[in-house]
Structures are given as structure tokens and as C-alpha cells.
């Protein structure tokens, strides 16, 4: 079978590292690992596409290449990663409906709220007709399928377990003592683990979150330091904060690239992050793998990943109060840490497995194409003829 693959929030070529692109590499990755073909067929970004000629000059150029490349590779079916209001999908639909391929969209997300806001309203609608084109829709969040029944019948939903590679992500004690002392941390120490991007918006706002919560025991005196993974436009004042809120306990190690993460996490006792906004959060699918314990909020789709009393502790957002005593819980508790950490790396293993779990949805996606869907043949209509793709009517409400 032959796929071809979009992620028009982030191309995999993107340089920033993500969850979205942990997924979607997984995912070819898996593809490819069953014998498949799978190659990315267009790199447009089309995140607020509609607000600027030259976005919506751009989708017109990767329409048409996008038809290029398709027609030289070939495929049976066409996957789209991740469509949503900011980043829809307006390759594909077209695409295949030109060629008549099946089209399947993995981690949807869809809510009527969007067709509110003049800003948001060419985005909802975009993808609304990106899902109503689908053969079939795949989702990692129980959260998203009451909002996808709105506009797909429950046959083309199928909800797919989030998962990574356990193999990738295991405890390597002595690896963990060299990033210990890379850092200038002793091996007595009780290591806070923490790893985001150093971005605006949900993500500064976890790291600040975190820092105000640890705050609370640096003020109590109690022992612990904390690492922080990650990097980010926002680097400077990640660092300013820790430094205030945290003096002499944030430990920095920068951008580390996934395939070492594995060794930072084995140099903690704990990974804590709050998680605000996070639809998942695959860093805490692979601390846990490296049987690290987790504190984080119970919010979103956290608790989808992390099992509140058996691989970790879910508190509520109270500003930080919550969180410290759930830190501070786990830090003075070597036997529960064990606990959970024992749990953490068996529920990833058993349940969180992304071979085991991908294998469903590439056993759907071989059903598609072995239900008689058509092989590429000639277009109906070739795009080079076809005017610029207009945007949705925008409804006066």
C-alpha cells in the first residue's frame, strides 16, 4: 500500500520539536514498519493561511504541487495529520477527490464555537469540509469524538490510543549518571525532571505554573532541584522566572534531541509538569516509560496518559498549592516513587504502545484500500485549470 502523508500544522522537515511531530513520524514509522510506502507528498504549512494574499497564495502553489507529486507517486490512499480549525486540511479533500482516492485524517478536532469568530470562522470551515470529506477519521482523545459526531456518522470515527515506543524510552541508570554529573548535580540529590518548548502561550504558561508551585517548597526549605529539557524563543524569560522564583535550583540543559531524552529522564526521581492545554502530552508517555513517577494537572487530555494513583499523582488547578503537595508527597516517598515509576513503565508497555496500537489503524487503512477503492488513474479535472481555492462565505452573525 502506498500513502501519501500531510501534516499541514507541521511538515515533518519542521525544525522545532513537538508532539506533533512524534506522532506523525510514529506514524510513518509504522507504516513503513508493516511494509507500507509512505511518503510526505506536500510541506505547506497552513496554519492562518486565509489571513494574508500571499498565505492564500501559497495553499494555490501547494494545491498544485501537491496534484504533481500525487500524480507521480501514485497512491492508494491519502493521510492527513492533524486538521483543525488554525492548521485544516485544503490539499487533501481537493486532492482526492481529483483522483479519487480515499482520504483519512488522523487527530481530528472540531468545535462549532470557531464559526463564531470572524478570525476563526474560515479555518472552522475549512475543516469542516476537510472532515465531511473523510473515508475515515482517527482520533487519540476520547475528547474529541462527541464533538466529531456533530458532523461524521460514528462508522467513519475510530479512536486510536496514544502511544511511542517503549523501546526507545527505557531507564539507563548509568546514562543518567552521566547527565548527573554533565550538570554538576550530585548523586544524592532528589532531581525534578521537566521538559517542554520555550513558547508563548500554553506552554510558558505550564513552566510558569511549575516554578510558582516549586516555589512554595523552595520557601519551606525543602531539598530537591530541578532540570529543565527544552529550549525555545522564549529561553530568556524561562530562565529570568526560574531564577526568581527558584534561585540555585533550576539546572538548564537546552534543546536535547529525542532519541537522548531517555537519559535525562533516567537521571530524575520525578517528572513534573503541569500540562495546561495539553490535548496529550507525549512527554509524559516517555518519562513514564523510563519509570518516572508524574505530577501534573488533571485537566485536558493528562489524564488519558497518566494514571492518577498508579503511575503518578493528577491535581487540580489551585495555583500551585496542589501541585507542591503532590511534589512534596512523592519526594519524601522512595517507595511509593517506586510504586508508581514500576507502574508508569507497565502501562506504557501494555496500554501505551505505539507498535500494538498503530496496528489497528493500519489494519483500517489497509481495509479501506482492499474495499475496492480505486488505484490513481487520470484525474477528472486537472487543478492547473482550476481557479484559486475561495474561501468559505463568511456569515454575518
Given at each position: 500500500?502506498?500513502?501519501?502523508?500531510?501534516?499541514?500544522?507541521?511538515?515533518?522537515?519542521?525544525?522545532?520539536?513537538?508532539?506533533?511531530l512524534?506522532?506523525?513520524?510514529?506514524?510513518?514509522?509504522?507504516?513503513v514498519?508493516?511494509?507500507?510506502?509512505?511518503e510526505?507528498?506536500a510541506?505547506?504549512?497552513?496554519?492562518?493561511?486565509?489571513?494574508s494574499?500571499?498565505?492564500?497564495?501559497?495553499?494555490?502553489?501547494?494545491?498544485?504541487?501537491a496534484?504533481?507529486?500525487?500524480r507521480?507517486?501514485?497512491?492508494?490512499?491519502?493521510l492527513?495529520?492533524?486538521?483543525?480549525?488554525?492548521?485544516?486540511?485544503?490539499?487533501g479533500?481537493v486532492?482526492?477527490?481529483?483522483?479519487?482516492?480515499?482520504?483519512a485524517?488522523?487527530?481530528?478536532?472540531y468545535?462549532?464555537?470557531y464559526?463564531?469568530?470572524?478570525?476563526?470562522?474560515p479555518?472552522y470551515?475549512?475543516?469542516?469540509?476537510?472532515?465531511?470529506?473523510?473515508?475515515?477519521?482517527?482520533?487519540?482523545?476520547?475528547n474529541?469524538?462527541?464533538?466529531?459526531l456533530?458532523?461524521?456518522?460514528p462508522?467513519?470515527?475510530?479512536?486510536?490510543r496514544?502511544?511511542?515506543?517503549p523501546?526507545e524510552?527505557?531507564?539507563?541508570e548509568?546514562?543518567?549518571?552521566?547527565?548527573?554529573?554533565?550538570?554538576?548535580?550530585s548523586?544524592?540529590?532528589?532531581?525534578?525532571?521537566?521538559?517542554?518548548?520555550?513558547r508563548?502561550?500554553?506552554?510558558?504558561?505550564s513552566?510558569?505554573?511549575?516554578?510558582?508551585?516549586?516555589?512554595i517548597?523552595?520557601?519551606r526549605?525543602?531539598?530537591?532541584?530541578?532540570?529543565?529539557v527544552?529550549?525555545?524563543?522564549m529561553d530568556?524569560?524561562?530562565?529570568?522566572?526560574?531564577?526568581?522564583?527558584?534561585?540555585?535550583?533550576?539546572?538548564?540543559?537546552?534543546?536535547?534531541?529525542?532519541?537522548?531524552?531517555?537519559?535525562?529522564?533516567?537521571?530524575?526521581d520525578?517528572?513534573?509538569?503541569?500540562?495546561?492545554g495539553?490535548?496529550?502530552?507525549?512527554?509524559?508517555?516517555?518519562?513514564?516509560s523510563?519509570?518516572?513517577?508524574?505530577?501534573?494537572?488533571?485537566a485536558?487530555?493528562?489524564?488519558?496518559?497518566?494514571?492518577?494513583?498508579?503511575?503518578?499523582?493528577?491535581?487540580?488547578?489551585?495555583?500551585?498549592?496542589?501541585?507542591?503537595?503532590a511534589?512534596?508527597?512523592?519526594?519524601?516517598?522512595?517507595?511509593?516513587?517506586?510504586?508508581?515509576?514500576?507502574?508508569?513503565?507497565?502501562?506504557?508497555?501494555?496500554e501505551?504502545?505505539?507498535?500494538?496500537?498503530?496496528?489497528?489503524f493500519?489494519?483500517i487503512l489497509?481495509?479501506?484500500?482492499?474495499?475496492?477503492?480505486?488505484?490513481?488513474?487520470?484525474p477528472?479535472?486537472?487543478?492547473?485549470?482550476m481557479p484559486?481555492?475561495?474561501l468559505?462565505?463568511?456569515?454575518?452573525?
Amino acid at each position: 500500500m502506498k500513502v501519501a502523508l500531510y501534516c499541514p500544522n507541521k511538515p515533518l522537515s519542521h525544525p522545532n520539536p513537538s508532539g506533533d511531530l512524534t506522532i506523525a513520524g510514529d506514524l510513518r514509522a509504522s507504516l513503513v514498519a508493516r511494509g507500507h510506502v509512505c511518503e510526505e507528498i506536500a510541506a505547506f504549512r497552513s496554519r492562518w493561511f486565509w489571513k494574508s494574499p500571499h498565505g492564500r497564495a501559497g495553499a494555490f502553489a501547494a494545491l498544485l504541487r501537491a496534484f504533481r507529486n500525487t500524480r507521480a507517486f501514485r497512491p492508494h490512499l491519502w493521510l492527513t495529520y492533524h486538521s483543525y480549525y488554525k492548521a485544516p486540511d485544503v490539499l487533501g479533500p481537493v486532492i482526492c477527490r481529483l483522483f479519487s482516492i480515499p482520504y483519512a485524517i488522523f487527530e481530528a478536532s472540531y468545535g462549532t464555537r470557531y464559526r463564531r469568530d470572524p478570525a476563526t470562522r474560515p479555518g472552522y470551515y475549512l475543516n469542516r469540509f476537510a472532515l465531511s470529506s473523510c473515508r475515515q477519521v482517527f482520533v487519540n482523545t476520547t475528547n474529541d469524538v462527541e464533538a466529531l459526531l456533530r458532523v461524521l456518522p460514528p462508522d467513519r470515527i475510530a479512536c486510536i490510543r496514544p502511544g511511542i515506543d517503549p523501546g526507545e524510552f527505557q531507564k539507563d541508570e548509568d546514562a543518567g549518571k552521566a547527565v548527573r554529573m554533565r550538570l554538576g548535580i550530585s548523586p544524592g540529590e532528589l532531581l525534578i525532571v521537566t521538559a517542554a518548548r520555550f513558547r508563548a502561550g500554553v506552554k510558558f504558561e505550564s513552566l510558569e505554573y511549575l516554578f510558582h508551585a516549586l516555589a512554595i517548597l523552595h520557601r519551606r526549605q525543602l531539598p530537591f532541584r530541578l532540570l529543565v529539557v527544552g529550549d525555545g524563543p522564549m529561553d530568556a524569560s524561562v530562565r529570568a522566572l526560574a531564577e526568581a522564583l527558584l534561585p540555585g535550583r533550576a539546572v538548564f540543559a537546552g534543546r536535547v534531541p529525542r532519541r537522548l531524552m531517555a537519559h535525562y529522564y533516567s537521571a530524575g526521581d520525578l517528572f513534573v509538569f503541569p500540562g495546561i492545554g495539553e490535548s496529550l502530552g507525549m512527554v509524559f508517555l516517555e518519562a513514564q516509560s523510563c519509570g518516572l513517577p508524574v505530577v501534573a494537572l488533571d485537566a485536558c487530555g493528562v489524564p488519558q496518559v497518566v494514571l492518577s494513583g498508579e503511575t503518578g499523582l493528577l491535581v487540580p488547578r489551585d495555583g500551585g498549592d496542589a501541585m507542591a503537595s503532590a511534589v512534596e508527597r512523592l519526594l519524601a516517598d522512595g517507595a511509593l516513587r517506586s510504586r508508581f515509576g514500576a507502574g508508569a513503565a507497565g502501562f506504557v508497555r501494555s496500554e501505551r504502545n505505539a507498535t500494538v496500537n498503530y496496528s489497528h489503524f493500519i489494519r483500517i487503512l489497509e481495509e479501506i484500500v482492499a474495499d475496492g477503492a480505486p488505484i490513481l488513474g487520470v484525474p477528472r479535472v486537472s487543478p492547473e485549470k482550476m481557479p484559486p481555492p475561495q474561501l468559505p462565505h463568511r456569515h454575518n452573525r
